[in-house]
């Protein structure tokens, strides 16, 4: 197939953005960053530079193309949407303004996405992210990945890229061209399925609140037997709802099976505590701890996650008291001026009641 060559914008230079960004341009430099004035000013300076392999102390120095507007960029052919859902109806609507209707791809966790964007363009793929990446400042990305080594290659994260909706011929040789450049630089593939790929990596996603009030590896967890009780538990109440609604799972690398999510849930807690630290271990800063925790916001994507759960919930007829107990109390602790992290046994007494 004759590749396409796209000139790409990833708007948003947070984790995500900056993370594929920093493995696609050493091998295909028509992508360019945009955020704002005062990141894009530190990135022009320092450039990005990522912790190889995950280790700190071997960082890669990428000097990359930044903009602060799109105005800039008027020939940008495909928009690489890295923010958080929070923030899209209004970059959409920038987008729009300026550049009219490019190939969007929505890296977002969730499908509010699916809601807002259709209602600006008509030529949408969407992603499925396998990977944690985190700043430790605007120009120092660090991630962990979630795939299995490959002898001789860095480790990056995984994409899945997938339309939803009545398959469109032309979106999708567009997707398969996207894919081929992506590949230069890091794994993408195509999910045939992305309804059930988006919802299954959302099980996952219904853990971050908790991480995130229980403050995992910003403050002592006095009782991760309880850790784990609450999430396991919330996670299975998840899996549940996504069954009741007719989604079946998707499996992809490094996301925790339905059955793993299943058997922690029944185990006694004593036991899952030792299946949930291996797996939490992995996630060193979930996106909704880096909302409030590291970034001390109060914006973060909890109705887009479990708000979203929460309702599903309700239409489907299926119990969901861990999430609702958990949604309250992050409702609640998240909205305050200097949010710190609670008590993993204080957590369990707010939500107990509810149980
Ligand atoms: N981080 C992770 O490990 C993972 C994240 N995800 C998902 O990926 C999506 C992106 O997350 P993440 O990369 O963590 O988000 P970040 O908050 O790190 O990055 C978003 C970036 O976009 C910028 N931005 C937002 N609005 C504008 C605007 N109008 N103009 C210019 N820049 C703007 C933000 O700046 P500002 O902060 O100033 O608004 C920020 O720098 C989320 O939906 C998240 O759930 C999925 C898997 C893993
Ligand atoms: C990496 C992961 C799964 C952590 O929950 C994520 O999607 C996020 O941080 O939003």
């Given amino acids: 197939m004759n590749e396409k060559e796209y000139d790409f914008v990833i708007f948003g230079a947070g984790a995500i953005g900056s993370s594929i960004g920093a493995w696609l341009y050493p091998h295909y430099n028509k992508v360019c960053f945009l955020d704002r004035k005062e990141i894009a000013n530190e990135l022009k300076e320092k450039g990005i530079n990522i912790y190889l392999n995950e280790e700190k ?3 890669q120095k990428i000097n990359v193309p930044v903009i602060e507007d799109l105005n800039e ?3 940008t052919d495909v928009v690489i949407l890295a923010t958080k859902n929070y923030s899209l109806d209004a970059v959409a609507q920038e987008i729009k303004a300026k550049l009219g209707d490019p ?3 929505a890296l977002q966790n969730g499908v509010e996405n699916q809601k807002i964007l259709p209602k600006y363009f008509s030529k949408i793929i969407y992603g499925t992210i396998c990977w944690n990446a985190w700043k430790d400042s605007p120009s120092v990305l660090g991630f962990s990945s979630w795939q299995k080594p490959e002898e001789g290659k860095p480790k990056t994260g995984s994409l ?3 339309t939803v909706g009545d398959k469109n011929p032309e979106l999708e040789g567009i997707m398969k ?4 450049i992506f590949n230069k630089g890091f794994d993408a593939q195509i999910s045939n399925d992305f309804q059930n790929t988006i919802h299954t990596k959302m099980v996952t996603n219904l853990g971050n609140c908790v991480l995130t009030l229980a403050g995992h590896k910003f403050r002592e967890i006095s009782s991760m037997k309880t850790l784990a009780k609450i999430t396991t538990n919330v996670l299975n109440e998840g899996v549940q709802i996504l069954k009741a609604a007719g989604y079946s799972e998707y499996p992809m690398d490094g996301v925790t099976s339905w059955g793993l999510v299943g058997l922690g849930a029944k185990l006694p807690a004593s036991i899952s505590k ?5 797996k939490v271990k992995h996630y060193p800063m979930n996106s909704m701890q880096q909302d409030i925790i590291l970034h001390k916001g109060n914006q973060s994507e909890l109705d887009y996650f479990n708000g979203y759960f929460l309702e599903l919930a309700n239409k489907v007829g299926v119990k969901a008291p861990y999430n609702q107990g958990i949604y309250d109390v992050c409702k609640e602790e998240f909205a305050k001026p200097n949010f710190e992290p ?4 204080d957590i ?4 107990e009641g509810n149980l």
């Fill in 348 to 351: 369990w007494e707010k939500i």
């Fill in 160 to 162: 899945f890229l997938g």
């Fill in 274 to 278: 030792f299946i949930f630290q291996k």
């Fill in 73 to 75: 960029k008027p020939d």
């Fill in 177 to 180: 061209n996207i894919v081929n």
């Fill in 103 to 105: 190939i969007i791809i």
């Fill in 342 to 345: 609670l008590d993993v046994a």
């Fill in 57 to 59: 102390d071997k960082i």
